[in-house]
């Protein structure tokens, strides 16, 4: 039975009991010690310190948070999906966090509806998470600023409210770089292969594209709507092939640009001789893809970390000032654009 006893004391993770039966005080001395309580002498100090070691205990997330006033954790409420970008987005924010020794709580929703959007940023509160990171294209910001009242925030590619931080593409400039492009290699006009209308930055993108044709003096061809996956790229694909005149295209994401390729290959539609094909993202694929597509190029990662900094700082002084940081839209061109020739 001792033998059994010893096993699990070994087993067990080390308490600060264990600290205080090594140190030679009681558990309330060495808590004041962990809290760095003025009124403990250098020694008793000095005999916790080396305890610590010697047990090799560690301070729970909780304990942390009892001296601190933080819980060291970051919350993130991204949209549920298989996509790239949140995954990328992710990416950043983790990296970033555990440079600055901070953990990351995530939550998804599969809606951009306020209710949703309440219920994820209340789960990551419930946390007591010292900050949040919403990469979610929220539309409402009044119920946004109501549910992250008090909570360092910094909202990616979204509305915000007067107290948020927001890290933010520029999702017209976006549309027009991959409109002007097309016009610029003697297309009449552009069509465009939107992602869904309920989503800020796929709302962004249309308008881009629009005033640019509108500025050039083209005529503005029917939005087509895609869900962001391959395969409403391809839906829309088989639509625009069916189309002679319809000579290039922006669609609004690389995923979807994917399934029209396919689509338009599978017509016996030439890329880039006949159909001229812009995408948006710049995920790894894009430059794998047949032929590799032109595309414009969205820094996930970068804004993640960003993202981080700008709450951080929030954290370390609430009276920072409130700041939105747009970051600047790259071309990319690979095979799928092409000078139309007929």
Same mark, same amino acid.
């Given at each position: 039975?001792?033998?059994?006893?010893?096993?699990?004391?070994?087993?067990?993770?080390?308490?600060?009991?264990?600290?205080?039966?090594?140190?030679?005080? $009681?558990?309330?001395?060495?808590?004041?010690?962990?809290?760095?309580?003025?009124?403990?002498?250098?020694?008793?100090?000095?005999?916790?310190?080396?305890? #610590?070691?010697?047990?090799?205990?560690?301070?729970?997330?909780?304990?942390?948070?009892?001296?601190?006033?933080?819980?060291?954790?970051?919350?993130?409420?991204?949209?549920?999906?298989?996509?790239?970008?949140?995954?990328?987005?992710?990416?950043?924010?983790?990296?970033?966090?555990?440079?600055?020794?901070?953990? #990351?709580?995530?939550?998804?929703?599969?809606?951009?509806?306020?209710?949703?959007?309440?219920?994820?940023?209340?789960?990551?509160?419930?946390?007591?998470?010292?900050?949040?990171?919403?990469?979610?294209?929220?539309?409402?910001?009044?119920?946004?600023?109501?549910?992250?009242?008090?909570?360092?925030?910094?909202?990616?590619?979204?509305?915000?409210? !007067?107290?948020?931080?927001?890290?933010?593409?520029?999702?017209?400039?976006?549309?027009?770089?991959?409109?002007?492009?097309?016009?610029?290699?003697?297309?009449?006009?552009?069509?465009?292969?939107?992602?869904?209308?309920?989503?800020?930055?796929?709302?962004?993108?249309?308008?881009?594209?629009?005033?640019?044709?509108?500025?050039?003096?083209?005529?503005?061809?029917? #939005?087509?709507?895609?869900?962001?996956?391959?395969? $409403?790229?391809?839906?829309?694909?088989?639509?625009?092939?069916?189309?002679?005149?319809?000579?290039?295209?922006?669609?609004?994401?690389?995923?979807?640009?994917?399934?029209?390729?396919?689509?338009? !290959?599978?017509?016996?539609?030439?890329?880039?001789?006949?159909?001229?094909?812009?995408?948006?993202?710049?995920?790894?694929?894009?430059?794998?893809?047949?032929?590799?597509?032109?595309?414009?190029?969205?820094?996930?990662?970068?804004?993640?970390?960003?993202?981080?900094?700008?709450?951080?700082?929030?954290?370390?002084?609430?009276?920072?000032?409130?700041?939105?940081?747009?970051?600047?839209?790259?071309?990319?061109?690979?095979?799928?654009? !092409?000078?139309?020739? $007929?």
């Amino acid at each position: 039975m001792a033998t059994e006893q010893g096993v699990s004391r070994r087993m067990r993770a080390p308490t600060m009991a264990d600290v205080a039966t090594v140190a030679g005080v $009681s558990p309330q001395t060495v808590s004041r010690v962990l809290r760095g309580h003025p009124n403990v002498s250098e020694v008793t100090r000095l005999q916790v310190e080396e305890a #610590v070691e010697r047990t090799g205990y560690r301070r729970t997330g909780l304990a942390r948070a009892l001296v601190t006033g933080r819980s060291m954790t970051l919350g993130v409420l991204t949209h549920e999906s298989d996509q790239y970008a949140p995954a990328a987005i992710m990416l950043g924010v983790n990296r970033a966090a555990r440079e600055r020794g901070y953990f #990351v709580s995530a939550a998804g929703t599969t809606s951009v509806s306020p209710a949703a959007i309440t219920d994820g940023v209340e789960h990551l509160r419930d946390q007591g998470v010292d900050g949040l990171i919403v990469a979610v294209p929220i539309w409402d910001e009044l119920a946004l600023g109501r549910v992250t009242n008090g909570l360092p925030t910094a909202v990616i590619d979204g509305s915000s409210s !007067a107290e948020d931080d927001v890290v933010a593409l520029d999702q017209e400039q976006s549309g027009r770089l991959a409109t002007e492009h097309l016009l610029e290699l003697g297309h009449d006009t552009v069509w465009h292969l939107a992602g869904p209308s309920s989503w800020r930055d796929a709302s962004g993108r249309t308008t881009g594209w629009e005033a640019a044709l509108r500025d050039a003096g083209r005529s503005v061809p029917p #939005v087509l709507h895609g869900d962001w996956t391959a395969e $409403s790229g391809y839906r829309n694909g088989l639509i625009v092939a069916r189309m002679p005149d319809a000579t290039a295209v922006f669609t609004s994401s690389d995923e979807m640009a994917f399934g029209l390729l396919r689509a338009l !290959a599978e017509q016996g539609r030439r890329v880039p001789e006949d159909v001229s094909v812009v995408s948006m993202d710049d995920i790894p694929l894009a430059q794998y893809a047949h032929p590799p597509l032109t595309t414009i190029r969205q820094p996930f990662e970068q804004m993640g970390r960003i993202a981080v900094e700008h709450v951080l700082a929030a954290i370390d002084d609430p009276n920072v000032e409130r700041t939105r940081v747009t970051v600047s839209p790259e071309l990319v061109v690979r095979s799928s654009t !092409a000078r139309r020739t $007929s």
